[in-house]
């Protein structure tokens, strides 16, 4: 006697239970690649705003360098030059130069934390505007007698500027975002760069639109004209 064979019908679908699992699986992935995006576009927000920096900072420091690398290591006047003074506070002879301390954003211990070493200097002159400087009958180098410095200005923004200025005044503006500038001489230096020449040192530094700081440091030695 042949027993009947009873068929079970295919499953046409998925259960509840498994529907759920595949609903959570999915809302975990999903939420896994929201969040490997907003990393990714953080990331690529932040190298941007760094290589700015760095674009901006190695500007400056060639404008810099473009300006010492005319001046001298000479005395007019009365005053020696280059001149470097801390924090906007030049000694007596070199008053016209005193300003208001920059504010610092470093605290002790960051590699940018310390005073602004500002530097006042002169160039050659070229009262003939050929763009060639002046020489006297003796074939020797003629100074103009304006001054020129580089100083770190906290602005109305909040933010601090390197500028150059002419005379104390006529702010031209080098860079933005700089926490702090050290222009030394052999002297000041304790003679770890040779007599006649300069040595910059620019440090910049920004918060970026996720709250993230962003440093950036670069410098230069320049030997002076007659140093």
Do not use: C
């Amino acid at each position: 006697m042949k027993q009947a064979q009873h068929n079970q019908p295919a499953r046409a679908g998925f259960t509840l239970i498994e529907m759920a699992i595949g609903t959570g699986m999915l809302l975990f992935l999903t939420g896994a690649l929201v969040t490997s995006l907003s990393g990714i576009r953080n990331l690529t927000a932040a190298t941007g705003d760094k290589a700015q920096l760095q674009t901006m900072g190695d500007r400056a420091l060639l404008a810099v360098v473009s300006d010492l690398r005319s001046s001298g290591a000479i005395s007019a006047s009365g005053k020696a030059y280059p001149y470097v003074f801390d924090d906007g506070a030049p000694a007596p002879i070199f008053a016209p130069h005193e300003h208001e301390a920059a504010r610092e954003n470093a605290e002790a211990g960051d590699p940018d934390f310390g005073p602004n070493r500002e530097i006042v200097f002169l160039v050659p002159a070229d009262l003939d505007e050929d763009r060639r400087p002046d020489v006297n009958a003796a074939g020797e180098l003629e100074w103009s007698v304006d001054e020129v410095s580089f100083v770190v200005n906290t602005r109305a923004d909040g933010i601090n500027y390197l500028e150059q200025r002419t005379n104390a005044g006529d702010p031209q503006v080098i860079a933005r975002h700089v926490e702090r500038v050290v222009f030394d001489d052999a002297e000041s230096s304790g003679f770890q760069i040779p007599l006649g020449t300069v040595r910059a040192r620019l440090f910049f530094r920004i918060i970026d639109g996720q709250g993230n700081l962003i440093r950036y440091r670069t410098e230069a030695v320049v030997n002076l004209r007659n140093g």
